[in-house]
């Protein structure tokens, strides 16, 4: 996992020049001050409208200060796309790390996702579901780093769904990729309905969705 | 239903002045260019992306000669989705229709939905797919028009659904509402992996997904 934001204290390389405690704390701040309105905004607005200019109007900073921070603009998509990333592990995985593995992991999976929805995490839904609509043209940097998330997050299900039919609480004859395939597209679904239409009846209907195909009773 | 495109022998009011043929001829064929144009565009870069000058470079006009079809940024973004909405029709609507009603018919609708994704109708995918997640947090006359769209969409099934569900073809204590959520979501799921990763192998799960939730043989 890389988590810009949680560069805090990285290892010094050997024969590097240590910063002040000072000065590195101070431009640790600044930096996660930019990347949480630039996460906010890309949901609203899209990445490609994160520009240096916006964000610096948004946070008060000059554009010249944004740019010490950030070289170019894709290096802030990305860097926004890392503490999306994250934000998204602290409020969604995390919470659901507790749940026994199997089916209930991926309830808690599921119900934390939709949590973070409900929540308004990122004011424009989810924020990957976002950003792979808008990049999935473009190939390049941008689309890469949310596959790998993309990626991941499956790995989180799949991995659980295997384990639950193997301790036999999903048919054997179960098509793991298949399953995996519906209830992402709840979720999916979950976000793209809210997102426009501020109901919260989808929420409700995508955590039906994936228990009833579970055969878990909702 | 709405289409701008088809706006070439209206009923003339009383007392309005008659065009010469050719003239409007000349016009509506170099307006229906023009919106075909756009419709791919808006599914590669966004309706936002739709500018004229933008347009008026790729179809190789002057930007006074785009503006003489269309006055603002607004009416050429409408009248793009209206285009959009006629081809929509003609591709999935319309092969669908001749399928005998209920269970049959969101069969063909569904699979007409998936074979307008596979032949890559629009480019960027579903075009009102791109377009919904583009302007979901832009309250305005777009996403006006886009939920309209929304709207006759949803009722092509539930009312195909409802049939079904009248004639014991799916269970009466089948939620509809519902169903269409999760039909909904294997389509939307399948444009947006379909999009993002251009492997075919989604189009398929998709069909199946319908099928098996609606029991019926895949």
Same mark, same amino acid.
């Given at each position: 996992?890389?988590?810009?934001?949680?560069?805090?204290?990285?290892?010094?390389?050997?024969?590097?020049?240590?910063?002040?405690?000072?000065?590195?704390?101070?431009?640790?701040?600044?930096?996660?001050?930019?990347?949480?309105?630039?996460?906010?905004?890309?949901?609203?607005?899209?990445?490609?409208?994160?520009?240096?200019?916006?964000?610096?109007?948004?946070?008060?900073?000059?554009?010249?200060?944004?740019?010490?921070?950030?070289?170019?603009?894709?290096?802030?998509?990305?860097?926004?796309?890392?503490?999306?990333?994250?934000?998204?592990?602290?409020?969604?995985?995390?919470p659901?790390a507790t749940a026994?593995?199997?089916?209930?992991?991926?309830?808690?999976?599921?119900?934390?996702?939709?949590?973070?929805?409900?929540?308004?995490?990122?004011?424009?839904?989810? *924020?990957?579901?976002? +950003?792979?609509? &808008? #990049?999935? $043209? =473009?190939? !390049?940097?941008?689309?890469?780093?949310?596959?790998?998330?993309?990626?991941?997050?499956?790995?989180?299900?799949?991995?659980?769904?295997?384990?639950?039919?193997?301790?036999?609480?999903?048919?054997?004859?179960?098509?793991?990729?298949?399953?995996?395939?519906?209830?992402?597209?709840?979720?999916?679904?979950?976000?793209?309905? *809210?997102?426009?239409? +501020?109901?919260? &009846? #989808?929420? $409700? =209907?995508? !955590?039906?969705?994936?228990?009833?195909?579970?055969?878990?009773?909702?």
């Open positions: 996992m890389t988590m810009s934001t949680e560069a805090a204290s990285p290892a010094t390389p050997p024969g590097a020049a240590t910063p002040s405690r000072k000065t590195r704390s101070d431009g640790d701040r600044t930096r996660r001050a930019i990347l949480e309105a630039a996460t906010r905004l890309a949901t609203l607005e899209g990445l490609d409208r994160l520009s240096i200019g916006e964000l610096a109007a948004q946070i008060g900073m000059s554009k010249s200060g944004l740019y010490a921070h950030f070289g170019s603009k894709e290096e802030l998509q990305l860097a926004t796309i890392d503490a999306a990333e994250a934000i998204f592990d602290e409020v969604v995985v995390a659901a026994k593995p199997g089916i209930p992991a991926v309830l808690a999976l599921s119900d934390a996702f939709l949590g973070h929805l409900e929540a308004r995490v990122f004011p424009g839904g989810c *924020f990957f579901a976002c +950003a792979s609509a &808008e #990049v999935q $043209a =473009r190939p !390049g940097a941008l689309k890469d780093r949310i596959s790998e998330f993309d990626a991941r997050w499956k790995a989180r299900f799949v991995d659980q769904l295997r384990y639950a039919q193997q301790r036999g609480d999903i048919s054997a004859s179960e098509d793991i990729e298949q399953l995996w395939f519906e209830l992402d597209a709840y979720l999916l679904y979950a976000h793209a309905a *809210f997102a426009f239409r +501020a109901d919260s &009846e #989808v929420l $409700a =209907r995508a !955590g039906s969705a994936v228990r009833h195909r579970l055969g878990v009773p909702t």
